[in-house]
């Protein structure tokens, strides 16, 4: 088993290295800072470039982890990690990490690797069974969440992850290595710890990723989607990790045509979508929360015409069919339910 996962992970690192168009050689030492390396972010299509996040700092930096459980330890070096972990060590060759760790140890020996994130080995090389001697990334290694977590933000603070004290997940003891396995190129971008960032939240999350498997739902089952779009798995200010100020201004990033302006607006669509729409999938129709006219009578019931009693004989197949209950029900005359721009439409008409 450990075999084929081994041979999956080499199979993939060398699809994705094919892949890779821009060689690290091509991009030049910036002026300012003659002794920044060159940057290990391959492509422009990347999902640091994508979501505009900031770089971290280079691996020229690199310093060994802080373990406050061994504090009398002192570094070993790579090579002697390597000598008991070597299967370990061949598949985190192929990661993002070790592509950059290797320019910054070739142009200085001294630059720690494994240790920059396990913290300094000698203690743990003397006694390797003992918990806690070596930062282990998991819950049940010895090495508190909080140990773990400051490890990786000593590089990748700020940012996206600038909430990430307080978050939801943080507070419900997640670590990055939760989400992230920087031991294997496991996914094609973002080390994450399954193949998609969709199944990564799934692994915690299979609620919410059934859901998307009903009648109506965005294309993130079909791969064209991914959680990311609208939450920060890292922390914000708002409810539920969504990634704007406003669940609105999520939804426009890619339905802007709703955005408006609108001569005529419908004030629950200003309000929140999801007043009428649940972002997960729904059995509905256009991931509707109730059915129309249901729906509009949840607000439109005690003036004229919306407020008429729908009985069976006003249902399509009854004797006395209602126009209400026909066609698109309400949306048949109101077409233009997210606001309309025409001069006669501020009853949403056209
Ligand atoms: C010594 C600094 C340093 C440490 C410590 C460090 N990283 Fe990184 N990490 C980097 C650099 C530099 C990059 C490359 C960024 C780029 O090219 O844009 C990177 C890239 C990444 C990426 C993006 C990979 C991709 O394919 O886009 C992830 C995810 C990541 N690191 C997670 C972690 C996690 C989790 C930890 C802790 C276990 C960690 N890092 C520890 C410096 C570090
Ligand atoms: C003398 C051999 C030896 C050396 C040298 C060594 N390790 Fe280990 N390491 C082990 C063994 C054996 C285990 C498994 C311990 C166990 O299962 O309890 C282990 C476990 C680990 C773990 C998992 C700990 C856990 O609790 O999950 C990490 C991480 C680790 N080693 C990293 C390193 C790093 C980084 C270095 C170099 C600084 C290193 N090791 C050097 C033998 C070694
Ligand atoms: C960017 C930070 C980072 C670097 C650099 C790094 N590791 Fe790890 N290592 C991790 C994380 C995170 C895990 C936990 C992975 C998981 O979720 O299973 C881990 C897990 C391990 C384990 C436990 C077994 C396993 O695979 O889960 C060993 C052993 C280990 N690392 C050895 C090494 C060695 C040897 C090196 C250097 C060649 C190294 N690590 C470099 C972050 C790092
Ligand atoms: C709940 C899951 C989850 C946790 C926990 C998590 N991440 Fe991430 N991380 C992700 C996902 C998903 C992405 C991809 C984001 C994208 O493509 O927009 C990502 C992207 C990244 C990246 C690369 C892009 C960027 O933001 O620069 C880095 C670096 C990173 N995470 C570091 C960390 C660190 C450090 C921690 C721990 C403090 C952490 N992550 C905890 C899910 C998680
Ligand atoms: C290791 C388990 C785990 C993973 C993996 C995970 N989460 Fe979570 N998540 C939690 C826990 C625990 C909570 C808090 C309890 C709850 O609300 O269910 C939570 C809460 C949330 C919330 C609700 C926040 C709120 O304020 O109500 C969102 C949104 C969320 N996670 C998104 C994600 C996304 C997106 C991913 C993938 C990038 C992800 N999670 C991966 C465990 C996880
Ligand atoms: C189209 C945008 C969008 C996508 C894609 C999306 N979500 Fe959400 N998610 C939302 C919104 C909006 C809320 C509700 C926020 C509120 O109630 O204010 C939410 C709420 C949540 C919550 C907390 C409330 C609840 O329903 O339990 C979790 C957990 C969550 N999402 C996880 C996920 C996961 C995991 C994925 C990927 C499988 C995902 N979301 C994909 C927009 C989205
Ligand atoms: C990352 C882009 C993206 C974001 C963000 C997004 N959507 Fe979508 N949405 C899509 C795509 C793509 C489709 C499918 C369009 C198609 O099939 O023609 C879609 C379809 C829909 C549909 C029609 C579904 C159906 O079954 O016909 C509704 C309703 C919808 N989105 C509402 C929302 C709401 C509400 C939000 C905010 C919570 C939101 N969307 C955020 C991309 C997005
Ligand atoms: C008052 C209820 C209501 C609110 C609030 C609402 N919608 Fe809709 N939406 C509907 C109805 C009803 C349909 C089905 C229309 C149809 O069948 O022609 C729909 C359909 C959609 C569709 C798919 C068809 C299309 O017009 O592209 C998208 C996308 C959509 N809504 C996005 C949004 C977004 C984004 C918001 C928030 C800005 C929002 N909706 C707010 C009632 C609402
Ligand atoms: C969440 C509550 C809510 C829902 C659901 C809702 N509406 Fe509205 N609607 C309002 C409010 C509030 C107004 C503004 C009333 C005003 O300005 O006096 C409004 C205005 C309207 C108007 C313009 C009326 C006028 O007096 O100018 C029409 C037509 C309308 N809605 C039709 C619908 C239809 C059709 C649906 C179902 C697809 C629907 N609404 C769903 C709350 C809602
Ligand atoms: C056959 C076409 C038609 C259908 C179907 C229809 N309406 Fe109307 N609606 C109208 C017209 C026309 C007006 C404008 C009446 C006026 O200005 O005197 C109107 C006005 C309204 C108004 C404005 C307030 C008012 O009483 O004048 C609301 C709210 C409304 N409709 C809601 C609904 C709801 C909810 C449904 C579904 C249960 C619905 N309509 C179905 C044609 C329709």
């Not at 060159?38 to 691996?59: K, L, N, Q, Y």
């Not at 509905?284 to 249901?294: C, E, G, S």
Request: net charge negative.
């Amino acid at each position: 088993m450990r075999m084929f996962l081994t041979l999956v992970a080499v199979a993939i690192a060398a699809l994705v290295m094919a892949g890779w168009r821009a060689p690290v050689a091509a991009q030049s030492v910036s002026a300012e800072n003659p002794h920044r390396l060159p940057s290990t972010h391959f492509g422009s299509d990347g999902p640091v470039a994508a979501h505009g996040f900031d770089v971290p700092p280079g691996f020229a930096g690199a310093r060994v982890a802080n373990n406050p459980l061994a504090m009398d330890a002192t570094p070993i070096g790579a090579a002697t990690c390597t000598a008991c972990h070597s299967r370990e060590a061949q598949n985190f060759a192929h990661t993002t990490h070790a592509l950059g760790m290797q320019v910054a140890e070739a142009a200085d020996p001294q630059t720690p690797t494994c240790e920059t994130c396990h913290g300094p080995g000698s203690r743990h090389a003397q006694d390797p069974t003992a918990k806690g001697l070596i930062i282990a990334f998991s819950h049940e290694g010895g090495s508190p969440i909080e140990t773990q977590t400051a490890t990786c933000l000593g590089c990748h603070s700020g940012g996206p992850r600038d909430q990430w004290t307080g978050s939801v997940h943080q507070r419900n003891e997640l670590s990055c290595s939760d989400c992230h396995n920087p031991m294997a190129r496991l996914s094609a971008e973002g080390l994450m710890a399954k193949p998609s960032i969709n199944e990564t939240c799934a692994t915690c999350h299979t609620d919410i990723r059934q859901q998307f498997n009903r009648r109506s739902h965005m294309p993130l089952p079909e791969g064209q989607m991914a959680c990311v779009d609208c939450h920060n798995p890292h922390g914000g200010f708002n409810n539920a990790l969504i990634k704007t100020d406003t669940v609105n201004e999520t939804c426009y990033q890619c339905h802007a045509e709703k955005r408006g302006p609108f001569l005529f607006e419908h004030a629950p669509v200003r309000d929140n979508c999801l007043n009428c729409h649940t972002p997960h999938g729904s059995n509905q129709h256009a991931l509707l929360v109730a059915p129309v006219p249901m729906l509009c009578q949840q607000c439109h019931s005690h003036v004229r015409h919306p407020n008429d009693l729908l009985t069976a004989q006003s249902l399509g197949t009854g004797a006395a069919p209602d126009e209400r209950l026909m066609g698109r029900g309400c949306l048949s005359c109101h077409a233009q339910i997210h606001g309309s721009n025409n001069p006669s439409g501020p009853r949403l008409h056209k």
